[in-house]
């Protein structure tokens, strides 16, 4: 590839680079251990590979730049399953600034995002599938997004795409016999496996529809609280928050512009938007606020729509619309959801609507491991769509059928990493953090 290489020494930080206790520089690359080690007081040589070495790591001039720890991985073991090291040093940024600067003088360059993952996956240790989950766990905002994540770092997708492969292959293998003929049509002793071609088809259906679901947890909802001025929007944007973000006043227009937080509501990883009144205004500055919230509104999961019970304001028609009555503790009980932010009565219901609105029709198949990648899916949906084409082939003859099966074992190996274009590996790792 153009960017990425194997067996050229590389290093990175694999942790922040920001003052800490302990910070970790992983190196690797041939002859990797050999270029470092007239720079390390501790002996590489003869100790066993995952093996923990102390040491001191030394400037060329001969002083001593920090004492560290330093893993060994020999060849064939470890990460990249290259010649490799981690250096377990000091979190001070000028520490970490003079081992790099003496990695770099040593021979090392330093790796692009994802080059360690990169040759991991080159080098056989991982699948697509499974890279794709490294990445998918740095990222995961929730336990159960990473617990899913893990997952599929341990095979899971990947032993699906094999079984569905074997499956195909048997089919594929009970046809090309007939291909011997050389006839246009099917012999009639060949019937299609309808029902098998079916079963794999909706297994893998089954599969690609969990995407959805998958990344509302690894990703977040964008969910906005919107309604007319004054209607409470800002109390309960503070309330789901538990803290006195937004300005709350009685003054109508106090929000002129959105603000946004991270939270966490009823589970789900969500970025939380308090907006503008609607109303009508001459003023420019509200009426910019106010186009914006309704941008905002035609972009989001979900609407939380708050209605003051006293006025004769009623929630927009939209799926996504969750109505929110306020003031419960004044107004009373309402004909809907109600809450009070003041004495906080009724927001464990709105938290649980929220919860129940973004999780509506999200596909929990049971017995299937879910996936939370987009180049996934397509591949899963590609796969099951050649076995719908090769059935409906069947009266063109066994030549195409075949080829619409072969298709279907292109997707599963292009699903797996098996068959891939450089783009694609150059796209897919260029997203991941420096040091993975």
């Known amino acids: 590839m153009a960017h990425y290489s194997t067996g050229e020494p590389v290093y990175a930080l694999a942790t922040p680079f920001s003052p800490s206790a302990l910070a970790v520089i992983r190196a690797s690359g041939d002859d990797s251990l050999s270029l470092f080690q007239p720079c390390f007081t501790g002996s590489l040589g003869k100790a066993a590979s995952s093996s923990a070495i102390h040491?001191?790591?030394?400037?060329?001039?001969g002083h001593r730049i920090d004492e560290v720890m330093v893993i060994k991985y020999a060849k064939g073991h470890g990460y990249t399953s290259e010649e490799a090291f981690e250096i377990m040093c000091h979190g001070s940024l000028p520490v970490i600034k003079e081992i790099s600067s003496l990695l770099e003088s040593l021979g090392f360059r330093e790796a692009l995002r994802g080059e360690f993952t990169y040759r991991a996956?080159?080098?056989?240790?991982?699948?697509?599938?499974?890279?794709e989950a490294v990445e998918e766990i740095v990222r995961s905002?929730?336990?159960?997004?990473?617990?899913?994540?893990?997952?599929?770092?341990?095979?899971?997708?990947r032993d699906e795409a094999e079984k569905a492969k074997d499956e195909i292959l048997d089919i594929l293998a009970s046809l090309e016999v007939q291909l011997d003929y050389g006839e246009d049509?099917?012999?009639?002793?060949?019937?299609?496996?309808?029902?098998?071609?079916?079963?794999?088809?909706r297994r893998l259906e089954s599969i690609a529809a969990t995407f959805r679901a998958s990344r509302l947890w690894s990703e977040g909802a964008l969910v906005v609280i919107a309604g007319r001025t004054n209607a409470g929007k800002s109390s309960l944007y503070n309330a789901l928050l538990k803290e006195n973000r937004a300005i709350v006043s009685p003054v109508e227009g106090t929000t002129r512009d959105y603000i946004e937080s991270d939270a966490v509501i009823a589970g789900i990883p969500v970025r939380l938007f308090d907006t503008a009144g609607l109303r009508e205004t001459g003023e420019s500055?509200?009426?910019?606020?106010?186009?914006?919230?309704?941008?905002?509104?035609?972009?989001?999961?979900?609407?939380?729509?708050?209605?003051?019970?006293?006025?004769?304001?009623?929630?927009?028609?939209?799926?996504r619309v969750l109505a929110?009555?306020?003031?419960?503790?004044t107004a009373g009980e309402s004909d809907g959801l109600s809450f009070s932010s003041v004495t906080g009565e009724g927001l464990d219901k709105v938290i649980d609507a929220i919860g129940r609105k973004l999780s509506e029709d999200l596909t929990e198949t049971e017995g299937v491991p879910r996936i939370d990648s987009e180049?996934?899916?397509?591949?899963?949906?590609?796969?099951?769509?050649?076995?719908s084409d090769a059935e409906k082939s069947l009266s063109f003859g066994s030549d195409v059928t075949?080829?619409?099966?072969?298709?279907?074992?292109?997707?599963?190996?292009?699903?797996t990493g098996e068959i891939t274009g450089e783009d694609v590996l150059d796209r897919l790792f260029s997203s991941f953090c420096l040091g993975k």
């Open 55 to 61: 040491g001191f790591i030394m400037g060329k001039d």
């Open 121 to 131: 996956f080159m080098h056989g240790r991982v699948d697509l599938t499974e890279a």
């Open 141 to 157: 905002r929730t336990g159960k997004a990473s617990g899913e994540a893990l997952m599929r770092l341990t095979g899971s997708i």
């Open 185 to 201: 049509e099917i012999p009639e002793d060949w019937v299609f496996p309808t029902e098998r071609a079916a079963a794999i088809r």
């Open 285 to 319: 500055v509200e009426a910019e606020g106010i186009r914006r919230t309704e941008d905002l509104m035609d972009r989001a999961d979900l609407v939380v729509y708050v209605i003051d019970p006293a006025s004769d304001d009623t929630p927009p028609d939209d799926s």
């Open 324 to 329: 929110a009555y306020s003031r419960l503790d």
């Open 375 to 387: 180049r996934q899916r397509g591949k899963l949906l590609e796969a099951a769509e050649a076995l």
């Open 402 to 415: 075949a080829m619409y099966l072969q298709s279907a074992l292109s997707s599963l190996g292009e699903l």
